[in-house]
């Protein structure tokens, strides 16, 4: 039985040991040594709700200014999964108030 994981780019279900993603060609390997804001911006729009959330809280707590489009863009795309919204207003409430307010204007 052949283990399963994501891309980490394009988030197809792939092969575990899979060197490219055989849907969207990703190097895996490359893909892994991203940092980490790289690697929990990409999560933010993963398929999967709980990952989406983990990576939504780790955004708020690094507080990082960066993330703040791609919270409000998650927002609008997941509306009406509740518990998300809430972890990305509590985010959002971590982050510099007025790169807060320019990418909720910007969405």
Not at 2 to 23: H, K, L, M, Q
Not at 46 to 53: E, F, T, V
């Amino acid at each position: 039985m052949t283990r399963e994981g994501y891309c980490p780019e394009c988030f197809a279900r792939i092969p575990i040991e899979a060197g490219n993603c055989p849907v969207c060609g990703a190097d895996i390997a490359a893909l892994n040594t991203r940092d980490c804001r790289d690697k929990l911006l990409s999560m933010v729009d993963h398929p999967l709700a709980d990952i989406r959330l983990r990576a939504i809280i780790a955004l708020g707590l690094r507080a990082d200014e960066q993330a703040t489009d791609a919270l409000a863009a998650c927002a609008l795309s997941h509306q009406t999964h509740v518990i998300a919204g809430l972890a990305i207003v509590d985010s959002l409430r971590r982050m510099p108030r007025a790169a807060a307010q320019q990418a909720l204007a910007r969405r």
